[in-house]
């Protein structure tokens, strides 16, 4: 008996079908699924069994991912499932580590609409030029991986330059805004808090 060989989609067939604007749901193989919306959006979609139920991951767009490498992609995760890892569950996770996650510019942008509007102006004042510098220096970092190590490199080289109540103003800016990236849980502790500059006994720890 002659063996039966498995169709594929192809690029013409899927260019077909966005240019007749209907709702597709078609196979590729081995779960892979073209799919087209009533809005037109095309889209690859893997579908899978993982514990005994039918699972389903978003793989990518189309034509942002063509068809070879939607079957590249896919053969990846189906690899990852074979080895017990729930594919769809692991990217649900992952984005919701990602939106958890702020960068220091971020949370300054959170924190100036949400909080430096309700202190006294003369805070705002004192502490718009500190913020300024935190964020050009830390702007990119994600908040949960700054440092104690970070905040002494940067709080001592202010001292070094511009002497102790400098690193001092710097230093209850950045914890002023630590304080409320832990209440808003994007950071599990304060580096900033009652740091103390480490140059000679002749300058006094630095305090809230």
Known sequence: ????LRKHLSDVQIRAWISAGAIVSKSDGDGLTFTLSDSGVASW???YRFAGRRRELHVGRYPDMGLSDARAEASKHRLSVM????????KQRTKATQRASWTVRELLRDYEKKVLGTLAPVTVKNRLGPLAEFGQRFGTFAVKDISYDDAHSWLEGIADANGYHAANNRRKAAAAVFKYAVSRRKATANPFHLFRLLHGPSRPPLRS
């Open 1 to 4: 008996m002659a063996k039966r």
């Open 45 to 47: 979609v893997l579908r």
């Open 83 to 90: 080895k017990g890892v729930d594919v769809a569950l692991e």
